[in-house]
């Protein structure tokens, strides 16, 4: 598995919008009752949609663990019944990865975490705060969705900025660069600086849910395009900034085998602000700088340039749990080839068919 696990990290404010909430049934569990409820963190660079997802089963108990482990060092599993799972004294004894945290609130399922903010929906939505998650990629006929199930909502503070940062896993082979950004054993260095961004191509793994295939294949990888943009404040006649794009970028550059990374990164979805020069300004504008009669700041404030929309991962640093950077792993490139999976309402994974192309989507609303 991979060394960590695929989070966000998303501040802004609460948009429920419309069609937040919905009960799923399971087609195959008649005992089997699901909610799920969706709204967007919105900030004034973008938006992205978070989830939350769970259900119950009439008649048994809630199945979780404990936050205590057993002689050999793992956890203890437990049940615990559904009358009981609002006792302080029980949650106390649930794994906190295994909590979802509402403010000051601790739940030990996902659906009384969403009945809590159905019951306050008029004190969240606009309010601005710090949400917290697992990045999930799902396979559905052949389709790539990506996903933000949150853990955890907190109230922001002042001093945090607004923004969708996370940490990713990412498995990549000597494929992982177009050939058109490689020159010998280095970059082409003079497209990057003409694209001014680094395409390439990684997997996310994710773990084989079906009984029947996974001790043939534990876990399978998904394609995804993540992208390297180069800020225009980079200079590339700036030694200290050649050997920082270098060590990032030319880190994807491997001989046969296929390698591990983490990275901390930027899920962007919308348009970003673009700096304002005095190339921006009008000629009027610029004479009233020229003969004092306002400051360039005086002028810029209040104007904001927007570049296009976008929906991008954008890489931004290694993750500090990579202390030797670039990890080799046992994997081959037949462990790349990625099995597609047919996909019930509640995840369960039922048949494998294996497809011959992959697209990438984001928009789940053709899913169910």
């Given at each position: 598995?991979?060394?960590?696990?695929?989070?966000?990290?998303?501040?802004?404010?609460?948009?429920?919008?419309?069609?937040?909430?919905?009960?799923?049934?399971?087609?195959?569990?008649?005992?089997?009752?699901?909610?799920?409820?969706?709204?967007?963190?919105?900030?004034?660079?973008?938006?992205?949609?978070?989830?939350?997802?769970?259900?119950?089963?009439?008649?048994?108990?809630?199945?979780?663990?404990?936050?205590?482990?057993?002689?050999?060092?793992?956890?203890?599993?437990?049940?615990?019944?559904?009358?009981?799972?609002?006792?302080?004294?029980?949650?106390?004894?649930?794994?906190?990865?295994?909590?979802?945290?509402?403010?000051?609130?601790?739940?030990?399922?996902?659906?009384?975490?969403?009945?809590?903010?159905?019951?306050?929906?008029?004190?969240?939505?606009?309010?601005?705060?710090?949400?917290?998650?697992?990045?999930?990629?799902?396979?559905?006929?052949?389709?790539?969705?990506q996903k933000y199930y949150l853990t955890g909502i907190y109230e922001a503070k002042e001093d945090q900025d607004d923004g969708f940062i996370g940490n990713m896993a990412m498995f990549f082979n000597e494929d992982a660069l177009e050939e058109t950004y490689k020159k010998g054993n280095g970059l082409n260095y003079s497209?990057?600086?003409?694209?001014?961004?680094?395409?390439?191509?990684?997997?996310?793994?994710?773990?084989?849910?079906?009984?029947?295939?996974?001790?043939?294949?534990?876990?399978?990888?998904?394609?995804?395009?993540?992208?390297?943009?180069?800020?225009?404040?980079?200079?590339?006649?700036?030694?200290?900034?050649?050997?920082?794009?270098?060590?990032?970028?030319?880190?994807?550059?491997?001989?046969?085998?296929?390698?591990?990374?983490?990275?901390?990164?930027?899920?962007?979805?919308?348009?970003?602000?673009?700096?304002?020069?005095?190339?921006?300004?009008?000629?009027?504008?610029?004479?009233?700088?020229?003969?004092?009669?306002?400051?360039?700041?005086?002028?810029?404030?209040?104007?904001?340039?927007?570049?296009?929309?976008?929906?991008?991962?954008?890489?931004?640093?290694?993750?500090?749990?990579?202390?030797?950077?670039?990890?080799?792993?046992?994997?081959?490139?037949?462990?790349?080839?990625?099995?597609?999976?047919?996909?019930?309402?509640?995840?369960?994974?039922?048949?494998?068919?294996?497809?011959?192309?992959?697209?990438?989507?984001?928009?789940?609303?053709?899913?169910?």
């Open positions: 598995m991979s060394k960590i696990k695929n989070s966000f990290k998303f501040i802004g404010k609460v948009d429920f919008g419309n069609d937040f909430f919905r009960t799923i049934e399971s087609l195959k569990n008649k005992k089997w009752h699901g909610k799920e409820i969706s709204f967007s963190i919105k900030n004034e660079t973008g938006s992205q949609f978070v989830k939350l997802f769970g259900g119950t089963t009439e008649g048994q108990p809630i199945f979780t663990f404990s936050k205590d482990k057993d002689e050999t060092g793992k956890l203890i599993k437990l049940e615990i019944p559904l009358n009981k799972r609002f006792d302080k004294e029980v949650i106390d004894t649930v794994a906190n990865f295994k909590k979802i945290k509402v403010l000051d609130n601790e739940f030990i399922t996902e659906v009384d975490a969403i009945d809590y903010i159905l019951e306050n929906k008029i004190d969240f939505d606009g309010k601005r705060v710090v949400v917290v998650g697992e990045v999930d990629f799902d396979l559905y006929k052949g389709k790539v969705y497209l990057i600086e003409k694209e001014r961004k680094l395409p390439i191509t990684i997997y996310i793994e994710k773990y084989n849910k079906d009984k029947a295939t996974r001790s043939e294949k534990p876990n399978f990888y998904i394609p995804i395009g993540v992208v390297l943009n180069i800020s225009d404040k980079f200079d590339f006649s700036n030694e200290k900034h050649m050997k920082r794009l270098g060590m990032l970028a030319e880190s994807f550059i491997v001989k046969k085998g296929v390698y591990e990374m983490g990275w901390e990164v930027r899920y962007h979805k919308g348009s970003e602000k673009t700096e304002i020069t005095m190339n921006d300004l009008t000629k009027f504008e610029k004479m009233q700088i020229e003969n004092g009669v306002k400051t360039f700041e005086e002028i810029v404030k209040g104007k904001q340039v927007w570049g296009e929309f976008t929906e991008e991962i954008q890489l931004i640093r290694f993750h500090s749990s990579y202390e030797n950077g670039l990890e080799e792993t046992p994997l081959t490139d037949e462990d790349l080839e990625v099995l597609f999976f047919e996909a019930d309402l509640e995840g369960e994974l039922d048949k494998v068919k294996p497809k011959s192309k992959v697209e990438e989507i984001d928009d789940d609303e053709d899913l169910f």
